[in-house]
C-alpha cells in the first residue's frame, strides 16, 4: 500500500505540473481568454498532491501511536 501511495502522490504533483505547463503553453497560442479556466485542474491537482502527502504523514503517525501503543499493552501484561 505504501508503494501505491507513493505513486499516486507522484502522479497527483506530475499532473499538476503537465496541466499547468500545456494550459500556459495553449494560452500562448491561442489565447488565455480561452484557456485561464483550465488552471483549476492544475491547483485541484497540486491540491490533491497536497492532501495525500498530509494523509500519508498522518496514517505513519498514527501506525507509530498504535505500536507504541501495542508495546506498552505488552509490557504491562508480562
Do not use: P
Not at 505513486?7 to 488565455?32: D, P, Y
Not at 497540486?46 to 498504535?66: D, Q, S, V
Request: a positive charge.
Amino acid at each position: 500500500m505504501e508503494l501505491y501511495n507513493k505513486i499516486m502522490r507522484m502522479f497527483w504533483l506530475v499532473f499538476a505540473i503537465g496541466t499547468f505547463a500545456i494550459v500556459t503553453v495553449m494560452g500562448f497560442k491561442n489565447g488565455f481568454d480561452r484557456w485561464v479556466h483550465f488552471y483549476v485542474l492544475s491547483f485541484i491537482a497540486f491540491g490533491m498532491f497536497l492532501f495525500k502527502t498530509w494523509m500519508m504523514r498522518r496514517m505513519a503517525k498514527h501506525l507509530e501511536y498504535l505500536a507504541s501503543q501495542k508495546d506498552q499493552d505488552e509490557s504491562v501484561g508480562k
